[in-house]
């Protein structure tokens, strides 16, 4: 059975960075589009970025487009999340994701889920 185990988040102040990783264990990534989401209290679960099995396809939510960056390493075993000019509005728990088909931006197209890193950006 595959497990998705999230790591890196932590508080910082406006501007700053983190990157956040998702180690995929009991299997390998290969075999599953990747993806980072994010929910802020009392909001809807959004889609934050995306990366496609091969690694060739990135796809990025609007408000983080320039800001945030996805890769996969590792024997495609970890997925990466690296988050630069950090604003308030970022300040959410982040889940890694997995899906068995890409493009993936809906919740409803994730199989795995993983257990949630908080994210606060605040002075």
């Known amino acids: 059975q595959v ?3 999230e ?4 508080a910082v102040q406006p501007g700053g960075s983190l ?4 180690a995929v264990s009991g299997g390998s990534s290969n075999t599953y589009a990747m993806g980072w989401f994010r929910q802020a209290p009392e909001k809807e679960r959004e889609f934050v970025a995306a990366i496609s099995w091969t690694g060739n396809g990135r ?3 609007d408000a983080v487009k320039g800001r945030f960056t996805i890769s996969s ?3 495609k075993n970890t ?3 690296q988050m630069n000019s950090l604003k308030p509005d970022d300040t959410a ?13 809906e ?17």
Not at 19 to 22: A, D, G, P, Q, V
Not at 107 to 123: K, Y
């Open 93 to 105: 728990v982040y889940f890694c994701a997995a899906a068995k088909g890409y493009p993936l931006s």
């Open 79 to 81: 997925v990466y999340l």
């Open 3 to 5: 497990y998705l185990v």
């Open 19 to 22: 990157r956040l990783s998702c």
């Open 59 to 61: 796809e990025y939510a």
């Open 107 to 123: 919740v409803r197209d994730i199989n795995l889920w993983g257990q949630g890193t908080q994210v606060t950006v605040s002075s």
């Open 7 to 10: 790591s890196g988040g932590g």
């Open 73 to 75: 390493g590792g024997a």
